[in-house]
């Protein structure tokens, strides 16, 4: 659900209007970023990327996965709940 | 034209709240002429012409009633006073005790009852955060030096050495504790407290209680960048729902009358309280600057009127402090050492 609050800017600029923090994200981040707030699912994200850039599968799911885990370490996702 | 005098002008390095609150005043819907109060004639809101008409030295509130009583009746004859909102700790208790007598002078205050004013001792925050639903980090209060040695072995460090009411050290170690419990004991006496450190979000939330259990609007914000003295110097607006229904627990439970402070760190999914302040603290302009005048509508309840009460505001908003000199003549100094007023 934190995801849905976040403020994210065009130029990567994400602000946390709860706990006042704020992150700055690159192209693919910001990428992840809209789609997860769009509610698509990580599988969902991953064939969004393979449509949108020329990665291969396997670096699409390594992105994916790494920001996903940011994302955790920062308390911002939970799969189970966003 | 309102007369008001505000306290707390010392705009230093560890700043009073008095020139943020006069700001407020001045921004405000209320003409205003303000009369600020000293108790140093280097004061730098001394000196403020542009925001303080007037000012008087006081008394040091250590000196007693009487003295302080006279020197607030004088102001008044000179001013014309019909308000004062005082800004420091150390003053507070005196205004309590003297605020009928003021109003029957036609001096309005607006603030706590002594009841209320006590909440503020570290040992009554366990029981002020579980009356409001929120947790305060693992506590000791001790009273001899065997107690703080069996605390110390109960807590995970580093752990905060803290007075009942002022002063907060940081130790790492049982014998950098051990120093500082002897330091606080020499300067504040018993009991001192002993309390986990929490690592999370340090959050601050401003408001004024009507006194009857409802508010004139809340503000929370986190602060970004502190001192060397923990004080803010930048912040940002939040809009912690959470934190904000304590705070209007806060005012509900305790149907808190005038300004206060919330201290808290935030951590996941849990509030914890560390202080009370029962008064604005200093970067109360913050809540000005984002539309919700917490001073004016305190001026507004001390004199009898219906003060705004929605608090909105946008997450996101930057509070800066900067440092900033002037030159001005040394006459304003003569005043203030030879006359004490200017």
């Known amino acids: 659900m934190k995801i849905s609050r976040l403020a994210i800017s065009d130029e990567g600029f994400v602000f946390d209007p709860e706990t006042g923090n704020s992150y700055t994200v690159n192209e693919t981040g910001l990428f992840i970023l809209q789609k997860l707030k769009e509610g698509l699912s990580p599988t969902a994200i991953v064939e969004a990327i393979l449509e949108e850039y020329e990665v291969s599968p396997e670096e699409a799911e390594r992105d994916v996965e790494e920001f996903l885990e940011g994302l955790r370490r920062f308390g911002l996702w939970r799969e189970s709940h966003d | ?342």
Request: net charge negative; hydrophobic share 45%.
């Open chain 2, 1 to 342: 034209m309102i007369k008001v005098a505000v306290s707390g002008i010392n705009a230093v390095d560890n700043p009073g709240p008095g020139i943020g609150i006069i700001k407020g005043l001045r921004e405000g819907s209320l003409s205003v002429s303000v009369v600020g109060l000293a108790y140093d004639a280097m004061e730098p809101g001394v000196y403020l012409e542009q925001l303080i008409e007037r000012a008087y030295l006081m008394p040091y509130p250590s000196e007693g009633e009487a003295p302080f009583l006279n020197r607030l009746l004088y102001i008044r004859e000179k001013e014309d006073l019909e308000a004062i909102i005082p800004a420091l700790d150390a003053e507070l208790p005196l205004f309590i005790d003297l605020q009928e007598r003021l109003s029957a002078y036609g001096i309005k205050t607006f603030l706590p009852s002594k009841e209320q004013f006590r909440l503020r001792a570290k040992d009554r925050l366990p029981a002020v955060a579980e009356t409001i639903g929120i947790k305060i980090p693992a506590t000791l209060v001790v009273t001899s030096y065997e107690e703080f040695s069996r605390a110390l072995s109960q807590l995970k460090f580093p752990v905060m050495v803290k007075g009942l009411f002022y002063k907060a050290l940081k130790a790492h170690t049982p014998a950098e504790a051990e120093q500082y419990f002897h330091s606080i004991l020499a300067e504040w006496g018993f009991p001192v407290i002993l309390q986990e450190v929490v690592a999370g979000e340090e959050m601050n939330v401003v408001g004024v209680g009507d006194g009857e259990g409802g508010h004139f609007g809340l503000v929370t914000i986190k602060k970004l960048w502190i001192t060397s003295l923990g004080k803010i110097w930048t912040g940002v607006t939040v809009t912690h729902q959470r934190l904000l229904s304590a705070a209007e627990e806060f005012v509900r439970a305790f149907r808190w009358r005038g300004a206060f402070e919330l201290e808290t760190i935030v951590k996941d999914e849990e509030i914890y309280l560390i202080e009370i302040n029962p008064r604005f603290p200093a970067w109360i302009y913050f809540a000005v600057g984002v539309g919700v005048n917490l001073p004016e509508r305190l001026l507004k309840a001390a004199l009898g009127e219906e003060p705004e009460r929605e608090s909105h505001y946008e997450a996101g908003k930057l509070y800066i402090r900067f440092t900033d000199d002037f030159v001005t003549d040394i006459q304003i100094f003569q005043h203030m050492v030879t006359r004490g007023e200017r």
